[in-house]
């Protein structure tokens, strides 16, 4: 079975830290990746996704992700975080041969940037 | 446009009571999940449907966890005789069918169960 592993669950930065939060997924099949973020009180957005083709994908808000696809990771990326940028950090895998495309996420990391 | 609409926001059950939890997703989207989202913790696959198929429920944790979608749209997801570890955030999804778009997975606010 898939899994998908985030590497810390809690990250504290001040305004204008360059942020890299890390993902690692276990398949070896074709993926698609993707990065949720949840805002408090708000529910799961895409932030952006990655499904072939040029392995640095650019998001919404400024966010971009890498996929390498040797170290099996998708990390995210921002160069310098506000602090509307508070809110928990999703990666998630769909499996391209997996009937229904269901997520399969990681356990989130919460990031708090402190104005 | 609307988004995907979960009812109720919030449930409260005592332990053994049976609960019903409604999804409304996006109009025209075929396919409709349902996740549990423990505290602490990301969202885990429940179940999925096909317009009104339930195709996958491998990830229901117990019978008593029910689904369905009757009509291809509305999605309830029942509970019967709650237990204290049934209380999470649920969550329900919608998204299109058709090409690389089917793997877009829209979010509703999801309802949180609490069992007491």
């Known amino acids: 079975a898939q899994s998908v592993s985030q590497h810390n669950h809690h990250v504290i930065l001040s305004e204008a830290a360059s942020l890299e939060l890390g993902c690692n997924y276990s398949?070896?099949?074709?993926?698609?990746l993707f990065w949720y973020v949840q805002y408090p009180g708000q529910h799961l957005q895409l932030l952006l996704k990655y499904f072939s083709g040029d392995p640095l994908v650019k998001g919404i808000k400024g966010f971009e992700a890498e996929f390498i696809k040797s170290k099996f990771s998708f990390n995210l990326r921002k160069p310098s975080v506000q602090w509307s940028d508070t809110a928990e950090y999703f990666c998630?895998?769909?499996?391209?041969?997996?009937?229904?495309?269901?997520?399969?996420f990681g356990g989130g990391t919460r990031v708090l940037v402190k104005p | 446009g609307a988004g995907v609409s979960q009812s109720p926001r919030y449930k409260v059950a005592k332990r053994g009571q049976d609960v019903a939890l409604r999804c409304d997703p996006i109009s025209g989207h075929v396919s409709l999940f349902w996740y549990q989202q423990a505290l602490g913790q990301g969202p885990e696959f429940l179940t999925y449907f096909q317009n009104e198929a339930q195709l996958d429920k491998s990830g229901l944790p117990s019978d008593r966890f029910f689904a369905e979608r009757p009509e291809g749209s509305v999605s309830t997801l029942k509970i019967q005789r709650t237990q204290q570890e049934d209380s999470a955030v649920y969550l329900c999804a919608s998204s299109l069918y058709r090409g690389r778009a089917s793997y877009e997975q829209y979010f509703g606010p999801g309802t949180r169960l609490t069992v007491t």
């Open positions: 398949y070896g099949g074709t993926v698609n």
């Open positions: 998630a895998v769909i499996s391209i041969k997996a009937a229904g495309n269901k997520l399969t």
